[in-house]
């Protein structure tokens, strides 16, 4: 979720002081490949009168019980002029309500010894309470007296909006933190998703309390809303649960929306200076593909041999071959509207060239040589070893069901998930290579001191690159400058 990147960021540099480099050199071990069927939790999915779709996972193995409620908005649908709203209301759900304030909602879910959580990201919001059965009910009532009554007090957007300033000014210190924003703007363009989800200092300052009613009564309503109840419990206890605290919630007016498509890819680089910087972050990327595409699954498999878990290409030809990094990686997110392929590496100045030139031939490898039979079948294992993890926990569960059905898909994939991804081929990896991966056309982020990295981009045949100070840097402009910076002559 977008919204906690920053938050999550801070986790592992956190982790990573207390536990040295040696915690990044190496990568973890791949599990073990896992034979026989894998039997999905027993669910039932149900409409209420008024929208709010409902569905109960039974979950036997521990005496606990989640509640997830899912709301299809999320900081892609911020208004245009303002963006951070979303993410300003996900924190601020649980900080009072028409009937309890924020302390009394800490005190109650301390009281029955559960957790809470909040939040927003690109494409939606949340609201979750996981606690032990006999704590149903409590559970319950909170996650909707919070859903649908939040108070949104001054005080308390005051409280959050200085936190989330103080977070964001941090955030613009860490170069891994500008180098994930600019490249989803380079690469999304000013569609919503190449926006900053937390927003920007000026936008998170002007939010006013009838923007965060105004976003949350338009998009809160249970036609919009997805809910799991996952655990320790009968079909009719949990759907007459949902019915007892969602059944008189009245059904909205959805707005319709104008989809627009990211713009096409194109070769542009950006280089964010940091003067005597001694580590360049690099980010290469390009659009992808939506999740409900045809081709996700062979197209993730061929981002797993080219930079994930079971296989990455790139972490061994930058890592084990050339000693440039402690770690390289791709990723392909796939959101509802769109998607993107980011490849991400740091190394140190005088090796920023090298790295960068690499990854980019890895690219070209993707798309022109046809992968290995033993490095799809790396992939392939770890994603089928794996994935009984991500359906362990009725948190897990909840998690997995409610992405599955917020994306338009059955939830019978998920039992079926290992077949498919066994199913890919060679020649279906080969395919979506040729006609997904972009080489010519990558977006390019990197960070670091700019007097060093120049003169390498241009050994490696880049001659044209824009250039910005990092204490000039604006996500809301076409060039990334103040619009009272005059734009600096490209390269």
């Known amino acids: 979720m977008a919204a906690y990147t920053s938050i999550y960021a801070l986790a592992i540099a956190a982790l990573l002081t207390l536990t040295g480099l040696t915690a990044v050199q190496e990568r973890p071990p791949q599990p073990l490949p896992i034979e026989g069927e894998l039997e999905f939790p ?86 979750q309470a996981l606690v032990m059965k006999d704590s149903f009910d409590d559970a319950l009532d909170l996650v909707a007296d919070i859903a649908r009554n939040p108070a949104f007090a001054p005080e308390e957007i005051e409280r959050q909006r200085s936190q989330r300033l103080s977070a964001l000014k941090v955030n613009y210190e860490d170069p891994d933190y500008v180098a994930d924003s600019t490249i989803d703007r380079l690469v999304y363009g000013f569609h919503p998703y190449g926006i900053p ?69 194109a070769r542009r680089v950006v280089v964010v200076d940091r003067p005597n910087a001694v580590q360049t972050e690099i980010r290469v990327g390009q659009i992808g593909i939506a999740r409900k595409h045809p081709d996700y699954m062979p197209l993730m498999l061929a981002i797993n041999v080219l930079g994930g878990e079971g296989a990455n290409r790139l972490h061994n030809v930058l890592r084990s071959e050339r000693g440039l990094t402690y770690g390289a990686s791709a990723d392909m997110d796939p959101l509802k509207q769109s998607g993107d392929i980011i490849a991400s590496t740091d190394t140190r100045s005088e090796s920023t060239g090298e790295a960068l030139r690499l990854v980019i031939d890895e690219f070209w490898r993707m798309q022109r040589e046809p992968v290995g039979q033993r490095e799809l079948q790396g992939a392939q294992d770890y994603l089928t070893g794996s994935f009984p993890l991500d359906i362990e926990t009725p948190d897990a569960i909840a998690m997995q069901v409610l992405n599955t059905l917020f994306y338009d898909l059955g939830v019978d994939e998920l039992e079926t998930y290992r077949d498919r991804v066994k199913a890919v081929t060679v020649q279906d990896v080969a395919r979506v290579g040729r006609e997904y991966l972009r080489p010519d056309r990558l977006s390019i982020v990197l960070v670091g001191d700019a007097g ?25 402009t076409a060039d990334f400058l103040p619009r009272a910076v005059a734009t600096p002559a490209a390269r």
Not at 230 to 236: I, P, S
Request: with cysteine; proline share 7%.
């Open 42 to 127: 027993p669910y039932e999915i149900r409409t209420l009168s008024n929208g709010l779709r409902v569905v109960v996972v039974l979950h036997h193995e521990q005496p606990a019980v989640t509640a997830r409620l899912l709301v299809q908005a999320g900081a892609a649908m911020d208004p245009r002029e303002k963006p951070g709203v979303a993410s300003l209301m996900g924190l601020l759900l649980d900080q009072g309500t028409g009937k309890r304030s924020a302390q009394q909602i800490a005190d109650t879910i301390d009281y029955i010894g559960g957790s809470l959580v909040t939040g927003a990201g690109t494409d939606l919001s949340f609201v």
């Open 197 to 265: 989800a937390e927003g920007t200092p000026e936008s998170l300052a002007s939010i006013t309390r009838d923007d965060l009613a105004e976003f949350h009564g338009r998009w809160f309503v249970p036609n919009n809303c997805l809910l799991a109840i996952v655990g320790d419990l009968t079909a009719e206890e949990a759907f007459k649960g949902a019915e007892r605290v969602f059944g008189n919630w009245q059904r909205g007016e959805l707005p319709s929306l104008q989809a627009t498509d990211p713009p096409p890819p």
């Open 452 to 476: 060093k990295i120049a003169p390498q981009l241009q050994a490696i045949g880049i001659d044209e690159f824009e250039q910005v100070a990092l204490a000039d840097l604006d996500f809301t």
